[in-house]
Nanobody, 124 residues
Framework: QVQLVESGGGLVQPGGSLTLSCVAS????????MAWYRQAPGKQRELVAS???????MYTDSVKGRFTISRDSTKKTLFLQMNSLKPEDTAVYYC??????????????????WGQGTQVTVSL
């Protein structure tokens, strides 16, 4: 089926770095806009960074200069390089993508997909 699978989360000290990855399943044959969101405990999910199919990027103010979003279209993978991490970056990070792929019965489907989330904890 069509899905996104994230990896790369974990525990890191303040000032440290992590790289998140999000891989689209084989049954996805076109990916348009992709993005990373995050949700901290007790807070709403927020957009962290996005990248269009032509490579245009956008960042929320709190991560500008520290995070870098990128994509490898041939491998259908989205990345988020996170440097100079702060405790306030602690959250579950979710990958999101606008995709076209094949469903369970090989029908063509267009969908806005979410990954399952990966926990990032920044703490001493």
């Amino acid at each position: 089926q069509v899905q996104l699978v994230e990896s790369g989360g974990g525990l890191v000290q303040p000032g440290g770095s992590l790289t998140l990855s999000c891989v689209a399943s084989e049954r996805i044959f076109r990916i348009d806009d992709m993005a990373w969101y995050r949700q901290a405990p007790g807070k709403q999910r927020e957009l962290v960074a996005s990248v269009t199919s032509d490579g245009t990027t956008m960042y929320t103010d709190s991560v500008k200069g520290r995070f870098t979003i990128s994509r490898d279209s041939t491998k259908k993978t989205l990345f988020l390089q996170m440097n100079s991490l702060k405790p306030e970056d602690t959250a579950v990070y979710y990958c999101h993508a606008d995709i076209v792929g094949y469903g369970y019965q090989d029908e063509m489907v267009a969908a806005k997909l979410w990954g399952q989330g990966t926990q990032v904890t920044v703490s001493l």
